[in-house]
């Protein structure tokens, strides 16, 4: 394979969150073809996805591996540049500091309204940010995951309506996501899972009327000065809620089989020719 190859590879592998495999992948193309700033990116994003201190080591070290032969790289620059303005300035000072170096080069190479640009105004707006933009921001995060949780418990409502789910391509993430769900979903003693799954609206309205109506009965009888045992109601939601969440991870767990075993097929193709 060449370089563009193993990016390429990469890049698929990166965009579904196959974080491992990018960083396996990344580090057998520089082993096999010699250096190369592409995949030092690659190799470095990788580990900075996990968003841990060790994994944050891995990743300069990646970058600086790359700006060793490729000073002036600026996908490593500015993927080095939006890990520095991540650190901490207490726990790590010289990454910190080299954040400011980084910027300097990157005004230098990349001119206004270059895509480039764009990364580090983005980057810098992010490592700006007061706390309540950081609560903003936090909120929106989780809306955006409430938001897919609810298409995702659509898609599942449609497959359990028509009771299956269609034929689709193995790498897509979507119609994977759907068929693990029916599979953890599955079997008479989830039935009440999947009726909530299918009527998601319905149910939270009825479990929030219960979850009112149990606690006003419990002090209106005078069991309880305050209670809060209504809301023990909201259990069946949050075990269907769990089911979805489990089958994404399950469904991209097997989309990176998929991408792995047609990128294995295709080098043992490439071998007999």
């Known amino acids: 394979m060449t370089h563009d190859e193993y990016a390429d590879r990469c890049e698929e592998l990166f965009a579904v969150g196959g974080f491992a495999q990018v960083r396996k992948l990344s580090e057998a193309g520089l082993e096999e073809l010699g250096p190369d700033p592409v995949l030092y990116r690659w190799l470095g994003l990788a580990h900075a ?18 700006r060793a032969q490729w000073p002036d790289d600026l996908g490593l620059l500015v993927s080095y540049l939006e890990l520095c303005l991540r650190a901490d300035a207490w726990t790590y000072p010289g ?12 005004a230098v190479l990349a001119p206004a309204g270059s895509p480039e640009a764009a990364r580090v105004e983005d980057a810098l707006g992010w490592a700006g ?46 119609a994977a996501e759907v068929a693990a769900a ?29 979850v009112l109506a149990t606690n006003n009965a419990l002090v209106l009888s005078g069991t309880v000065t305050y ?39 295709t080098a043992a193709s490439a071998g007999r020719r």
């Open 182 to 210: 029916l599979e953890l979903l599955a079997g008479p003693w989830r039935a009440p899972l999947r009726l909530m799954v299918r009527h998601r609206v319905a149910a939270y309205v009825v479990t929030f009327v219960l």
């Open 95 to 106: 990454r910190s500091r080299r954040a400011v170096v980084l910027k300097e080069r990157i």
């Open 49 to 66: 996805a996990e968003d841990e201190d060790d994994h944050d080591a891995e990743a300069e070290k990646a970058y600086e591996a790359g």
């Open 227 to 265: 209670s809060v045992w209504g809301w023990i109601w909201y259990v069946p939601l949050l075990l269907a809620d769990g089911k979805l969440k489990l089958a994404r991870r399950v469904a991209r767990r097997r989309v990176i089989a998929a991408m792995e075993a047609r990128h294995a097929d």
């Open 129 to 174: 940010r007061g706390y309540w933009q950081d609560v903003r921001e936090r909120t929106a995060t989780v809306r955006a995951e409430q938001a897919a949780l609810t298409s995702h418990s659509m898609d599942v409502a449609e497959a359990l309506e028509r009771g299956g789910q269609a034929p689709a391509h193995p790498e897509d993430v979507r």
